[in-house]
């Protein structure tokens, strides 16, 4: 059976009625071209299977068209990993780029995987998680002018891309509610110290049990990614030697597993035992008893993070692809 020949550009020029030139401009999601060419052109090249030749393209432009997400596996980054990479799927539809999910293990050297990108240009760009204060895969691609985004940021003097949420007003509002809500010591279920955004945490907590009056505990034998059974019995140790009756919770596995740790203790929540928790999945909302909640948008982040990432190799200044995200309150009242 005789083979049909590949679709070109030109095939795509033909079956549109437009010039080749502007068929490619249309591909690459060019903003001079109008939107209803580029849905118009999109829509035929799907119907007729035409695919870019990468090899080519890249020996043409110098391009990969390749995203490179770097993800940590571990369970709290399950759901977070999932939400990430259909928000930035998002950013890059109808454009020429494709992403590519490249594991960065906790235990392997972290700028092993970076450089190695780097050397080999195996990347237009880097978006990468759980950035750290004075984060070396930051100076690095800083120092290589590589693009790049983080989702956080660090406190580095030259300034680089980030989408950040803003777990300081996360911790205050979750403390201050507990605290106005009669709880008289609270814990702080944290991320591990080396992240920026458990320092954050941490500052936003203890402003809040300065204002409020309230005493604290911040268990230092767990964090939000420690196994869901040490979690627990930690959170009965707070409960039964040491009067916690209020917890801010930064991740939901850690939320289930103080859920829970109260009722093991034969206590209720929301009735004997406050909780506040940090949301990132619509499921999370079904839990029963319903807790307080503040909503981080995940798949939102991923859209910002491609799409500044997508300005960002198109020479776009740093000063305009840096964004703090809120949460949104999803108290029971």
């Not at 695919?51 to 393209?57: E, H, I, N, S, Y």
């Not at 392997?108 to 760009?125: H, Q």
């Amino acid at each position: 059976m005789k083979r049909e020949p590949k679709p070109t550009l030109k095939t795509l020029a033909l079956e549109t009625g437009l010039a080749v030139t502007t068929v490619s401009r249309a591909l690459k999601g060019a903003p001079e071209i109008a939107k209803g060419t580029r849905d118009r052109v999109q829509r035929a090249a799907k119907a007729i299977g035409y695919v870019p030749d990468r090899a080519a393209q890249r020996l043409r432009t110098g391009r990969t068209n390749v995203i490179s997400f770097l993800l940590e596996p571990h369970d709290e980054m399950l759901s977070f990993g999932t939400m990430m990479i259909a928000g930035i799927m998002e950013s890059l539809e109808n454009t020429s780029f494709h992403l590519v999910v490249t594991p960065q293990f906790e235990k392997s050297d972290p700028l092993g995987t970076v450089d190695n990108i780097i050397r080999n240009r195996l990347a237009d760009g880097v978006i990468f998680c759980r950035t750290t204060p004075l984060d070396i895969r930051v100076r690095m691609l800083l120092e290589a002018d590589y693009p790049f985004i983080c989702h956080g940021r660090t406190e580095l003097a030259t300034p680089h891309p980030f989408v950040d949420f803003d777990n300081f007003e996360f911790a205050l509002d979750a403390a201050t509610r507990l605290a106005r809500q009669g709880c008289k010591k609270l814990a702080l279920l944290n991320a591990r110290q080396p992240f920026t955004f458990s320092q954050h945490l941490m500052h936003g907590f203890m402003t809040a049990v300065r204002e409020s009056g309230v005493s604290h505990v911040l268990p230092e034998n767990v964090s939000i990614d420690s196994a869901p059974e040490a979690v627990r019995d930690t959170a009965m140790t707070c409960i039964r030697e040491q009067g916690v009756d209020g917890f801010v919770c930064a991740g939901e596995s850690s939320a289930m597993a103080v859920i829970a740790a109260v009722s093991d203790c034969g206590l209720r929540v929301n009735e004997d035992i406050g909780m506040v928790a940090k949301q990132t999945t619509p499921l999370f909302g079904q839990i029963r008893p319903q807790i307080d909640t503040i909503y981080e948008d995940l798949t939102a982040a991923g859209r910002q993070l491609g799409t500044l990432l997508l300005r960002r190799i198109e020479g776009a200044p740093v000063s305009e692809l840096q964004r703090l995200e809120h949460g949104e309150h999803r108290y029971r009242d």
